[in-house]
Nanobody, 117 residues
Framework: QVQLVESGGGSVQPGGSLRLSCTAS????????VAWYRQAPGKQREFVGS???????RYADSLKGRFTISRDESKNTVDLQLNSLKVEDTAVYFC???????????WGQGTQVTVSL
């Protein structure tokens, strides 16, 4: 059974940075695209960005330039670098892999990012 696990969340002040990591236990990301989403309290889950097997990336327009997704095949991780964080970036961040192993969708449990003074 493949499981996705996020790590790296925490609390930072506005303008700070965090690096989140998504690992897959029981499987390799290999050919699959991996996405990051976030969900703030009282709001719907929001697409952050994704990285494809060829390392091409796609981002939500509102987040371009501040967030960067990268994948490391040797570590089997997909990272999300968060820079110039704002209070409104506070959310639980999830990684997901849709139609991946056995054509199923996989999601991690999420990691909390809190941006406050």
């Amino acid at each position: 059974q493949v499981q996705l696990v996020e790590s790296g969340g925490g609390s930072v002040q506005p303008g700070g940075s965090l690096r989140l990591s998504c690992t897959a236990s029981g499987g390799t990301f290999g050919i699959y695209a991996v996405a990051w989403y976030r969900q703030a309290p009282g709001k719907q889950r929001e697409f952050v960005g994704s990285v494809f097997a060829n390392n091409n990336t796609r981002y939500a327009d509102s987040l371009k330039g501040r967030f960067t997704i990268s994948r490391d095949e040797s570590k089997n991780t997909v990272d999300l670098q968060l820079n110039s964080l704002k209070v409104e970036d506070t959310a639980v961040y999830f990684c997901g892999c849709e139609r991946c192993w056995d054509f199923r969708d996989y999601w991690g449990q999420g990691t909390q990012v809190t941006v406050s003074l």
